[in-house]
């Protein structure tokens, strides 16, 4: 059984800091793995999604690279900002196949201190 | 990347009443469509999985009798929460797949529902 785990916990980091978020899983055997932001009551935002065949994907300030065959990804931000505040949950699918659907991370929770 | 709506985004119900949660395809056919639960400082848990014209595929612990989905169209999924009760309460996420390729789910807002 796939079990995705996320270090740390909670972040809290002062404005400007360039911070690594850290996801491991159990099975190496996925298909795809997605960052995603969750805002406080608020639905998911998908930041980055890395197929099982690459390594990293890019976008502005964050990068997220993958280690397939030990089990991690990290997802890097440069110069970070007041309102990247949120949660960061990591989650990963086993397949395309109809069922085979993410599993997720408890989420970091990171605060940026103006 | 699509757009997926989700209503209502907050509900307060009283335990013993059902209710309806909508979530919606703006401009894809999803032909799959997902329901996740997530309870305060948890990670979201998927409830169940749907492909229109289906009967929905429920993860085991979820029951089927209380969480009713109805996946009738492409662009729509409904879940209702039949008979509440006040540890029914907990945000609820819907996801959905389709015809613009199968890497990417696109979620809802989610609904936070508040079972008094």
């Known amino acids: 059984k796939q079990e995705v785990t996320q270090i740390p916990a909670a972040l809290s980091v002062p404005e400007g800091e360039n911070l690594v978020l850290n996801c491991s899983f159990t099975?190496?055997?996925?298909?795809?793995l997605q960052w995603f932001r969750q805002d406080p009551g608020k639905g998911l935002t998908s930041l980055l999604l890395?197929?099982?065949?690459?390594r990293e994907q890019t976008s502005g300030r964050l990068n997220a690279s993958l280690d397939k065959s030990s089990g991690r990804s990290t997802l890097y931000i440069a110069a970070s900002q007041p309102g990247d505040s949120a949660t960061y949950l990591c989650a990963v699918r086993r397949g395309i196949d109809y069922g085979q659907n993410f599993v997720f991370g408890p989420g970091t929770r990171l605060s940026v201190l103006p | 990347g699509a757009v997926v709506s989700q209503h209502p985004s907050r509900v307060i119900c009283k335990s013993g009443t059902s209710v309806k949660i909508e979530c919606r395809s703006l401009?894809?056919?999803?032909?799959?469509m997902f329901w996740y639960r997530q309870f305060p400082k948890q990670s979201l848990m998927l409830m169940a999985t749907s492909n229109e014209g289906s009967k929905a595929t429920y993860e085991q612990g979820v029951e089927k009798d209380k969480f009713l989905i109805n996946h009738a169209s492409l662009t729509l999924s409904t879940l209702t929460v039949t008979s509440a009760h006040p540890e029914d309460s907990s945000f609820y996420i819907c996801?959905?797949?389709?015809?613009?390729?199968?890497?990417?789910?696109?979620f809802g807002q989610g609904t936070r529902l508040t079972v008094v």
């Open positions: 099975d190496s055997a996925i298909y795809n």
């Open positions: 401009d894809f056919q999803a032909t799959t």
């Open positions: 996801s959905a797949r389709g015809d613009r390729g199968l890497t990417e789910a696109f």
């Open positions: 890395i197929q099982s065949s690459q």
